[in-house]
């Protein structure tokens, strides 16, 4: 018997999705925003105002790029093809339409919609104030403050589609942050520290694979469990060991940074994606590597039955618990080295909770990209970039309330979460134990 013929779509594609039931909610919701976009944006902003933006080509012949925009003209033009989106929306909608071409029309749709909206707010929050945003300084820190989350994504990806729930991504990025930084601090060496982070996150990913699947605890109870212990093991020995060793711990080691030849030389993306350390590098190839694995080969199968249909795949001869228990290691191990990323990267020494809530956004950026890994790295990086915005706002003078800002991630995660995941199916049987 073939694994193939005996387990039920892994991605729980329909055959007939036309027979599925109307979803309003994305077409209101576009509708909404292009609203606000017309009367906060576009009608707040005089016919006469400009918008400033500098644009780093990363060309050392062509340098930096300034663009002077009619503030009123360019918000007009993004608010047109919102509305002109939302119409797309409504349409689709109405007559059950769900892919053009073979792509996904809330897919582009969303994403588009999103690219205006975020260009229409920054747009209008640089008008007429003489001081030119800094576009590319906008991506590299949203990048930069996304990495963490990507690897998180990916390690709940793992673990979720092998049919381990992991609430635990934020013990797992403090646990390889604090490895990461006292071998590091150690050695002085921040190789040795990179080595050291996925073995932390592995460790912790044993611990959630043993009590979730050898005793059947409940996942998400173990998973909380871990948070806390890692929390309050690293800030105890940050208080004692770490403090009171200031001479050897607090000596902090970082990542070198690569150029890549001629792709660091492509304007604008050039020195937002190819000047980085070797985390960045490595984040690109475990997206890569993780989308085709899953989805194109034999152990991506074997994984995915685990969390669909384990008793097809026991059936045909996998050792069910075995594999969720060796992929639940490896998720923990992708984790461990996006808490390198806090430490390693930035050449910081360990603080206490230094991870501060990004495992749960992670959770979050994983459920919104629907247990994909390509899905998972672009609601990272859109949380990232709602991160990022505090900071870019800042420079150019824009007075928004520092705790809206502060509040502006886990918004996005939550309106994200609760209003565009409503036909993303997670695995048939994630966190239900298997007694094979």
Same mark, same amino acid.
């Given at each position: 018997m073939s694994l193939m013929n005996t387990q039920p779509d892994l991605d729980h594609e329909l055959e007939h999705e036309v027979l599925r039931p109307r979803s309003w909610k994305m077409p209101v919701a576009l509708t909404i925003f292009t609203l606000v976009a017309l009367a906060g944006f576009?009608?707040?902003?005089? &016919?006469?105002?400009?918008?400033?933006?500098?644009?780093?080509?990363?060309?050392?012949?062509?340098?930096?790029?300034?663009?002077?925009?009619?503030?009123?003209? *360019?918000? +007009?033009?993004?608010?047109?093809? /919102?509305?002109?989106?939302?119409?797309?929306?409504?349409?689709?909608? *109405?007559?059950?339409?769900?892919?053009?071409?073979?792509?996904?029309?809330?897919?582009?749709?969303?994403?588009?919609?999103?690219?205006?909206?975020?260009? %229409?707010?920054?747009?209008?929050?640089? %008008?007429?104030?003489?001081?030119?945003?800094?576009?590319? &300084? @906008?991506?590299?820190?949203? @990048?930069?403050?996304?990495?963490?989350?990507?690897?998180?994504?990916?390690?709940?990806?793992v673990c979720e589609r092998v049919g381990v729930i992991n609430v635990s991504i934020e013990g797992q990025l403090l646990a390889g942050a604090f490895l990461a930084a006292v071998?590091?601090?150690?050695?002085?060496?921040?190789?040795?520290?990179?080595? %050291? %982070?996925?073995?932390?996150? *592995? @460790?912790?990913?044993?611990?959630?694979?043993?009590?979730?699947?050898?005793?059947?605890?409940?996942?998400?109870?173990?998973?909380?469990? +871990?948070?806390?212990?890692?929390?309050?093991?690293?800030?105890?020995?940050?208080?004692?060991?770490?403090?009171?060793?200031?001479?050897?711990?607090? /000596? &902090?080691?970082?990542?070198?940074?690569?150029?890549?030849?001629?792709?660091?030389?492509?304007?604008?993306?050039?020195?937002?994606?190819?000047?980085?350390?070797?985390l960045v590098y490595i984040m690109y190839l475990a997206v890569i590597i993780l989308q085709i694995m899953l989805f194109k080969s034999k152990w991506g199968l074997r994984l995915r039955s685990c969390g669909e249909h384990p008793r097809a795949a026991d059936t045909v001869g996998i050792k069910v618990n075995r594999t969720r228990v060796v992929n639940t290691i490896l998720g923990g191990a992708i984790a461990g080295l996006g808490g390198a990323y806090f430490t390693l990267a930035n050449g910081l020494a360990f603080g206490k909770h230094m991870s501060g809530g990004r495992g749960y956004i992670a959770l979050a950026a994983m459920i919104l990209g629907g247990w994909k890994p390509k899905g998972a790295l672009v609601a990272a990086l859109l949380f990232g970039f709602a991160d990022n915005l505090q900071n870019s706002l800042g420079v150019v003078g824009v007075e928004v309330p520092s705790q809206f800002m502060l509040m502006a991630p886990y918004l996005v995660t939550i309106f994200a979460v609760a209003g565009l995941v409503g036909r993303v199916h997670p695995p048939a049987m994630e966190g239900k134990p298997y007694k094979g």
């Open positions: 576009c009608l707040t902003v005089d &016919s006469g105002v400009e918008s400033k933006v500098a644009i780093v080509t990363g060309n050392s012949l062509i340098g930096t790029i300034n663009l002077v925009l009619p503030s009123f003209s *360019a918000l +007009l033009v993004f608010t047109v093809a /919102m509305a002109a989106l939302a119409g797309i929306s409504w349409w689709a909608t *109405a007559t059950r339409t769900v892919k053009i071409g073979g792509v996904r029309i809330g897919s582009w749709v969303g994403i588009l919609f999103g690219t205006f909206f975020v260009s %229409a707010f920054l747009l209008w929050a640089v %008008a007429g104030r003489g001081v030119a945003l800094q576009f590319t &300084s @906008l991506l590299s820190g949203a @990048l930069f403050l996304s990495i963490p989350l990507i690897f998180g994504a990916m390690a709940g990806t071998l590091g601090a150690i050695t002085q060496n921040p190789w040795i520290g990179l080595l %050291a %982070a996925p073995i932390a996150g *592995a @460790l912790i990913g044993l611990l959630l694979a043993l009590f979730a699947v050898r005793y059947w605890v409940d996942h998400i109870i173990v998973g909380v469990v +871990l948070n806390v212990l890692v929390g309050g093991l690293t800030s105890y020995l940050f208080s004692t060991v770490l403090t009171r060793n200031p001479d050897v711990f607090a /000596m &902090s080691v970082k990542l070198p940074i690569w150029k890549i030849p001629i792709l660091s030389e492509i304007p604008v993306l050039g020195p937002v994606l190819f000047a980085q350390s070797v």
